[in-house]
């Protein structure tokens, strides 16, 4: 499934300023663990951004969640998900939230690594930032505050960035990028696949599980009979046939997305539209709708957002690249997976609590009032 909260990695991912929670000290008694073979991890495609309310929010207080104790202040939620109807924020602080406390365990494993810049390296970037703002007219103390940020706090951010671009630049080599492009080059291949899902979150509750992907299955061998019954009865041939049913099979499942799903995709039947192979969704479900047939649905698929079925309706084929050709997009899959290498093997080790969602002054509570994720990852 796509991050479904595009406007918000739009800020989260694009910009300093929310790529990563405050710099704190390591974990104590917690030495620097080693890496893990990379897992491909979610990452978003960035869109513009819904315009913000046009009645100011005033600076949230409080905290989101800890990490380890380290705390995520409100307000770094905030930041990103004003940009969503009020409708949407259940769903969206959840990946948000998600998000920053990934980026505070990195920031917690760079620290245990000893990775660090200098005042003096974050005050130069902070110096060019303000030049490029100053050819564009904009001032940088508003910008600023337009963004809910103190100097000190962007600091903190621009040092958190800075260091995880000095520990990529270790890692990230030529002859690890080359490796790593030589090992997988078809996920460079420039391969497409539109697909439809159907989605239900059942949360964490095993019975509630096991239901969802009944339902699942259910729909699927519903679907299945009728695109059968509909080539049985199609005249012509096999061509033919096989045209019927994929047309009754997209038209079901299109209605069975609109009907069950919880994605905000199912609008539109469940269409995702084209995907590549890595980059915009979840390994998971990347993995499978890449196996799919066109027009063959999968079984029931796992991911952090619950329980998928999908349906592959279209398929653009890559072409084999070059090396060279493509660098940088090795070079950027590496860094994902490096970053999700990393999340992985700190996040069993690490204890995160996270409080009940609360929402600014003048705005309505959040929906339910209840913990955007739940407690979870006690230390042992």
Request: charged letters at 25%.
């Amino acid at each position: 499934m796509r991050l479904m909260s595009r406007r918000a990695t739009a800020l989260l991912v694009s910009t300093v300023v929310l790529s990563h929670a405050p710099a704190q000290s390591p974990v104590p008694g917690q030495p620097a663990p080693a890496v893990p073979a990379p897992v491909v991890p979610m990452t978003p495609a960035p869109v513009v951004p819904a315009a913000p309310p046009a009645k100011p929010i005033e600076r949230p207080t409080g905290v989101a969640a800890t990490v380890n104790a380290q705390p995520i202040p409100e307000v770094s939620v905030w930041r990103a998900l004003r940009q969503f109807p009020l409708d949407e924020h259940p769903v969206a602080r959840k990946e948000i939230l998600n998000h920053l406390i990934e980026n505070t365990l990195i920031d917690q494993y760079l620290n245990a690594l000893k990775i660090e810049v200098t005042p003096a390296e974050v005050e130069k970037l902070l110096s060019e930032l303000k030049g490029e703002l100053k050819k564009a007219n904009k001032d940088y103390p508003k910008e600023l505050e337009a963004m809910m940020l103190t100097e000190a706090e962007f600091m903190i951010e621009v040092g958190a960035q800075m260091k995880w671009d000095k520990f990529l630049k270790t890692q990230g080599t030529d002859v690890a990028l080359q490796g790593f492009f030589e090992k997988r080059p078809d996920l460079f291949d420039g391969s497409l696949v539109r697909a439809r899902h159907i989605l239900i979150t059942p949360g964490t509750d095993a019975a509630k599980i096991a239901e969802a992907k009944k339902k699942l299955m259910d729909i699927k061998a519903t679907i299945a009979a009728e695109g059968d019954k509909a080539a049985a009865a199609a005249p012509g041939d096999a061509l033919a046939k096989e045209q019927a049913r994929a047309k009754r099979v997209e038209e079901l499942f299109g209605q069975f997305a609109k009907d069950h799903s919880t994605c905000p995709s199912k609008a539109n039947g469940g269409d995702l539209q084209f995907f590549p192979r890595v980059g915009a969704m979840v390994e998971p479900f990347a993995e499978a709708a890449f196996k799919l047939g066109l027009f063959q649905m999968s079984d029931v698929v796992e991911t952090e957002f619950g329980v998928h079925l999908i349906l592959a309706v279209a398929k653009n084929p890559g072409k084999v690249r070059k090396f060279e050709e493509v660098k940088e997009d090795v070079r950027a899959v590496f860094a994902m997976q490096l970053r999700q290498a990393v999340v992985t093997q700190m996040k069993p080790k690490s204890q995160i609590v996270v409080a009940a969602a609360t929402a600014p002054a003048g705005l309505p509570a959040p929906m339910g009032g209840v913990p955007a994720v739940p407690v979870s990852n006690p230390k042992p």
